[in-house]
């Protein structure tokens, strides 16, 4: 059995003296999705940023089967991974095609290809190439967050949270296209407070509760727990407040 893509060990992260991620292991697999669910404040936020390189922690990270835990984010990202943060963090004052541009800083050698790959997977960003990031659309926003991040050809995108304050029609896309990036051969790890829609994509699946994993599977078993059922999937997120 080959190596995984990544593989976090016994990790711990603190602010302060206050642990927010305690005794956390997964992994993920080359052209896997790994979706993490669980409620907000779970610590799912603070793992990915802790992967990342963001936040310090205790413990083991492999990339690529490279000890990553004393690189600095820029090396982490020249390895292959990458972040979507929630917050999406664009550069509002520039254009679409300025912000992907910004994405393929170290590989300015693909700079073409990773720009057709883009536009085949989000078409309205062509479209809107040339308009501001901050008067996109939510669901634009979203798309052009993921492109910035698929620009420098990442091997694994952790993508946190990537449908909050979407409306459910601009979800669906999303998701789709996160199911595309499995068959282009990306690996995703996935933060995500909608556990319905993270669990019909998602190979495997991790609950996370209070800092810890409670349970973990193939996301058809996570899907029919009843502890799950009852806490994560009794309801559907309708929040319409954005497009």
């Known amino acids: 059995m080959s190596a995984p893509l990544l593989a976090v060990s016994d990790v711990h992260v603190a602010y302060g003296k206050v642990e927010a991620v305690r005794s956390v292991s997964l992994d993920v697999g080359t052209s896997e ?5 669980g409620a907000n404040g779970a610590g799912k936020t603070t793992l990915l940023n802790a992967i990342i390189g963001i936040l310090p922690l205790k413990g083991s ?14 090396d982490r990202v020249s390895l292959g991974l990458s972040l979507v943060p929630e917050r999406r963090e664009l550069f509002s004052t520039m254009t679409v095609e300025e912000n992907l541009q910004l994405g393929a800083f170290r590989n300015a050698a693909a700079t073409v290809q990773s720009f057709e790959r883009v536009h085949a997977l989000f078409p309205r960003l062509k479209e809107r190439r040339t308009q501001l990031a901050g008067t996109l659309s939510g669901g634009e926003q979203q798309m052009l967050a993921m492109g910035r991040a698929l620009m420098g050809q990442p ?3 952790m993508l946190d949270e990537p449908s909050l304050g979407l409306a459910p029609r601009i979800v669906a896309d999303i998701f789709k296209i996160i199911a595309e990036l499995k068959s282009a051969g990306v690996s995703v790890l996935l933060v995500e407070q909608n556990a319905q829609a993270a669990l019909q994509i998602a190979d495997r699946a991790y609950v996370m509760e209070l800092g810890e994993f409670i349970l973990n599977g193939p996301a058809k078993d996570i899907a029919a727990d ?9 309801f559907q997120h309708d929040d319409a407040s954005a497009v």
């Open 33 to 37: 999705i790994v979706t993490i669910v």
């Open 61 to 74: 990270v492999a990339f690529a089967a490279k000890d990553i835990g004393l690189l600095d984010i820029e």
């Open 155 to 157: 091997k694994l995108l």
């Open 226 to 234: 009843q502890r799950v059922v009852a806490s994560y999937l009794g």
